[in-house]
């Protein structure tokens, strides 16, 4: 099955700068990846996805790059701002098999 | 609110109790599906339905485990014979025929 490993697992910016997390993942099919963000005692927030066909996608500050050939796939956040803090989950998924394996998660840390 | 809805949001049982989750996903959607979190990890997929039909189970999923989508509206989950193992924060998404999953708040459940 589909194994995605996350890194770093903790990660402190200051506010303003930019933040990267990174993410593997084992399964070729895979051909979709979500990016989610969970504050403490809410849900999974989907933030930005992208699919294998495209090699980038931009929404304001937040922007996912996907390198199928490595198969690994990274969230950039720029300008960062206090209430990015929060856990940042990776995931991929094969649109055939519809189960998405989520990555161990990143704790990002905005300090003023 | 037009979001994945759960009820209850807490539950606390005594071991070899049984519970029953519900979860009401967004309404034009088809897909829905069932996950388990637990601290300081990723989202895990147990099971998954398109409409009322259910098409794949987790090897997560024990004997103890019971899923059903009678309507392909709600769905509800249910443990048999609690064990404290299954603690966890049980969580609901919905999606339309292939597109981003949308996350419901979670029902967070305590085994004694």
């Known amino acids: 099955g589909e194994n995605v490993e996350q890194h770093p697992s903790t990660l402190s910016v200051q506010e303003g700068d930019s933040a990267v997390i990174k993410c593997t993942y084992s399964?070729?099919?895979?051909?979709?990846f979500p990016w989610y963000k969970q504050e403490l005692g809410k849900r999974p927030q989907l933030i930005i996805d992208i699919r294998s066909n495209v090699g980038e996608k931009k929404d304001q500050r937040i922007a996912v790059t996907l390198n199928k050939t490595a198969k690994h796939f990274s969230l950039h956040i720029t300008e960062t701002q206090p209430e990015d803090s929060a856990v940042y989950f990776c995931?991929?998924?094969?649109?055939?098999?519809?189960?998405?394996?989520f990555g161990t998660g990143t704790r990002l840390t905005i300090i003023p | 609110d037009t979001g994945v809805s759960q009820n209850p949001r807490h539950k606390i049982t005594k071991r070899g109790q049984n519970v029953t989750f519900r979860c009401d996903p967004i309404s034009e959607h088809n897909r829905l599906y069932w996950y388990r979190q637990t601290l300081g990890q990723g989202p895990e997929f147990l099971t998954y339905f398109q409409n009322e039909a259910q098409l794949e189970k987790s090897r997560l999923l024990s004997d103890r485990f019971s899923a059903e989508r009678p309507k392909g509206s709600f769905s509800t989950l249910e443990i048999q014979r609690t064990e404290q193992g299954d603690s966890a924060m049980y969580l609901c998404?919905?999606?339309?025929?292939?597109?981003?999953?949308?996350f419901g708040p979670g029902t967070r459940l305590t085994v004694l």
């Open positions: 998404a919905s999606s339309f025929s292939g597109r981003a999953q949308y």
């Open positions: 399964d070729s099919a895979s051909n979709y």
């Open positions: 995931a991929a998924m094969n649109f055939g098999n519809e189960k998405l394996t």
